[in-house]
């Protein structure tokens, strides 16, 4: 099955369908791509932010990233623990004193705490789903530039 074709549908789904169309989020059940904070992160990714407690959820909040190839975000840490679903493509990640290179489909674990980032090492758009064990983002602390990026 191909996760990166039905992940890309969906936002492509969520972006392209007419005003009139698109899911509302009544009840507090649907957050669209529109609705989340779009951040231009720099180094060919962009970030939407679905915060918690800023979207009826109390335990957990989401990103989901546009990495272009060779992209990804500075050296960062959160004082939350942090989770990332991939469907699709290959990523390079360096977490705490560790480098690997996995391919999809994953889920990559972050501990609290823990100095890491990625790079997008495919050949096509990146779409990373990260999972945030809190009602918010930590705060996200950059600490130094991304060392995979060249």
Known sequence: MRYGFLLT???LAA???PESSKPKAKGGYVIALDDMKKIEVG????????EGKNNNMTSMSFVITETQ???GPPLHVHPVEEAHVVL????TYHIADTEFTVTAPYIVRIPANT???????????LNLIGVFGQDN?????PIADNPLIQ
């Open 15 to 17: 972006c392209s369908a």
């Open 137 to 141: 983002f930590g705060p996200y602390q």
């Open 43 to 50: 180094n060919g990714e962009t970030v939407y932010q679905a």
């Open 115 to 125: 100095p890491h980032t990625f790079i997008n090492a495919g050949d096509t758009v």
């Open 88 to 91: 699709n493509g290959t990523v």
């Open 9 to 11: 549908v969906l936002l």
């Open 69 to 71: 190839k060779g992209g």
